[in-house]
């Protein structure tokens, strides 16, 4: 254990820890991450693509500079600025919508989707929320409690949330994904349809649950659902949305338009930000019920505006569309390499790829040789975990180049093929527990 390791161990608090190796970072630019040893590092998550735009975006560089040094105080708890009202104003350009509406600001995902889904409670005067298992939209407060993946490692469910099954094209039940979407439409059918429910939440792709990519057209199906029955739909596209996808918004593959949309990760470019977007009726009331002291500070909301101007204008959703394409036929070329035969599934939109890890007599998940896969990736070069217990999330900064991509490939393949002919210490790998 280096000296560094050591002293975060000594210090920072475990409970707010998710570590797959050890790894140590002293700075970063574009896609590359460099420890305090000057190694170079290629980053495959973009810190769970809250750093989208890769570290050290010049144009947010420029932006928190000129923030920071004449910042006007540090929120817009009780005094406006032009950053604050001007990122509004941008993502009311930038998100569909009808009528009135308005634009929360926070500092992450999680407490945007808990806002969000209390002020459909209180505005609905209903109290069941609709989400689904294996799903994450938050670390606390009523977000948590409605988060599948909470649930399954122990943590309690609200008391008020009903969990429905996510289609899995890769996993169907025993009738095929057909059946299972419409088992899962009927169920929101059965619960939408009782007055008790104040609002359904979900991810257009299933991110931390396993980077899930659902059938195509579900999510339009189940957009009907919830208009049939007046519940408004909150779209969470914290991580798979703003450009990732191939789309600015994951829900445009869908062409359907929620009534709620919740942003967080990249849109701080590296920053603490998040954003809820939705209808005044809902998100204006009651007043003074989602109080952040610092939520809506004038530099993160630079950042923020920084980083939205620059998916647009750099063209980092044809970006990602491209060389996603890129990076995943090259990883489905891996197939025919040593240790392919463990390689299940690849799938995803945009710079969004899930490589599924299997056994490969039963097709049965290998969360063991995932582990040890992202651990021996690191000590090839690559930043990379995984999620739903055997999936390598593979979401690199929306600026990755198509030579890259490929060097990504590459590194798997070395990592998968070594892994798969336990040449990876599991001593070492099973210090770091991950999820």
């Known amino acids: 254990m280096s000296s560094l390791y050591a002293r975060d161990a000594a210090v920072i608090a475990g409970i707010e820890k998710l570590r797959f190796f050890p790894l140590e970072v002293q700075s970063g630019h574009g ?24 570290h050290g975006h010049p144009a947010v560089v420029e932006a928190v500079s000129r923030a920071i040094r004449d910042a ?17 104003e941008d993502l009311l350009a930038l998100v569909p919508g009808d009528g009135e509406r308005r634009v929360y600001l926070g500092h992450a995902g999680s407490d945007a989707n808990d806002v969000a889904l209390r002020a459909c409670r209180h505005a609905t005067g209903r109290r069941t929320v609709v989400a689904f298992e294996h799903s994450y939209h938050g670390g606390v407060g009523l977000a948590m409690g409605v988060s599948g993946v909470h649930v399954d490692a122990g943590a309690p469910a609200d008391p008020d949330a009903v969990f429905l099954p996510y289609p899995n094209p890769f996993r169907p039940g025993p009738d095929g994904v057909e059946a299972d979407v419409t088992a899962c439409l ?17 991810e257009p792709i299933l991110s931390d649950g396993g980077l899930v990519v ?11 659902v919830c208009r049939r029955h007046g519940v408004p739909m909150i779209c969470d596209e914290v991580k798979m949305g703003l450009g990732r996808p191939g789309t600015l918004h994951a829900f445009e593959h869908d062409g359907v338009v929620p009534d709620i949309v919740t942003f967080g ?8 930000l998040s954003a809820a977007v939705g209808p005044a009726e809902i998100l204006d009331n009651p007043p003074a019920a989602a109080l952040l002291t610092t939520a809506g500070n004038p530099v993160c909301t630079a950042a ?16 990602a ?8 036929d090259s990883l489905r070329g891996l197939a025919d390499s040593p240790g392919g035969d463990r390689i299940g599934d690849v799938r995803g939109r945009g710079l969004a790829v899930g490589l599924e890890l299997v056994d490969p007599e039963t097709g049965d998940r290998d969360p063991r040789l995932a582990a040890a896969v992202v651990y021996r990736a690191w000590e090839l070069g690559a930043v990379v975990y995984y999620v739903g217990g055997n999936v390598l999330e593979i979401t690199p900064p929306l600026v990755l180049t198509e030579s890259q991509a490929m060097q990504a490939a590459e590194i798997l393949r070395a990592a998968i093929g070594d892994a798969a002919a336990g040449k990876v210490d599991a001593e070492e790998v099973a210090k770091y527990a991950g999820w």
């Open 304 to 319: 923020g505006r920084a980083v939205l101007k620059t998916i647009v204008s750099d063209g980092l959703v044809d970006n």
């Open 31 to 54: 896609c590359i991450l460099t420890t305090p040893e000057g190694r170079e590092l290629l980053d495959l998550s973009a810190t769970w693509t809250a750093s989208g735009l890769g």
């Open 265 to 272: 990760k990249v849109i701080g470019g590296g920053l603490p």
């Open 186 to 202: 009927e169920l929101a059918d059965q619960h939408l349809g009782g007055g008790r429910v104040a609002c359904l939440i979900v």
């Open 321 to 328: 569309a491209t060389v996603g394409a890129v990076l995943a």
């Open 214 to 224: 659902p059938p195509d057209g579900f999510l339009a199906q189940l957009h009907e």
């Open 72 to 88: 006007p105080g540090s929120g817009g708890l009780s005094a406006v600025h032009p950053d604050s009202v001007g990122l509004a």
